[in-house]
């Protein structure tokens, strides 16, 4: 895992704690114009000495800021860079470097749609699970499920996506699966 990974899981894990997350999402509400050591021990219901530690944690973990007066706002951001830099280290996310019309039915390395069927998005797709799933000899279904379930839910419709679309052949029994044709050259991406 990259150290930027780490860093926004240690983040997560930080915002895991019931009463940090609150204390959090009280920063949130407050917006820019925060919210005192004072004020915040009112809203969580907690002495003053305690709700310092917790804001004090919250800064030096960098979700949160804290001003010389004794104001905290939360960062702003910080959520949303932590869950880009989870979704870079995601096993799809370097295939799909490749196919950025396929970026809006991912959110954070996960699938969270497919493409309309027939549609030249969807061909694209099915080439992008098949280079994910980099068969070589033959998968039962179970194997094709647990590869696919690491990036989609709904591990059924990729696999039936990925036999209607060629890339797989499926045995008369439905029980293994081995690749059906050979990939092409992975796509380059357009310089920016």
């Known amino acids: ?6 860093h926004a899981a240690g ?12 204390a959090f999402a009280e920063l ?43 104001t905290y706002r939360v960062r702003d951001g910080v959520l949303r860079e932590a869950a880009q830099a989870l979704g870079r280290v995601q096993p799809i996310a370097a295939l799909l470097k490749g196919y950025p019309r396929l970026e809006p039915y991912f959110a954070h390395g996960r699938l969270t749609g497919l493409p309309p069927t027939m549609s030249d998005r969807s061909r694209q797709m099915a080439e992008l699970f098949a280079r994910f799933l980099a068969v070589e000899g033959i998968l039962t ?46 796509p380059t991406l357009s310089p920016a």
């Open 28 to 70: 949130a509400r407050h917006g820019k114009d925060g919210v005192t050591i004072f004020e915040m021990s009112l809203h969580l219901d907690l002495p003053r000495p305690e709700v310092a530690e917790l804001l004090g944690r919250l800064v030096g973990a960098g979700v949160a800021t804290g001003t010389g007066n004794g």
């Open 11 to 22: 983040l997560l894990m930080l915002l895991s704690h019931p009463l940090r997350v609150r």
């Open 141 to 186: 279904e179970d194997e094709v499920n647990r590869r696919l379930a690491v990036v989609a839910d709904d591990v059924a419709a990729v696999r039936r996506m990925l036999v209607e679309t060629g890339w797989l052949e499926r045995d008369r029994a439905g029980t293994s699966y081995g690749s059906a044709r050979l990939l092409p050259a992975a």
């Open 1 to 6: 895992m990259s150290a930027e990974a780490a």
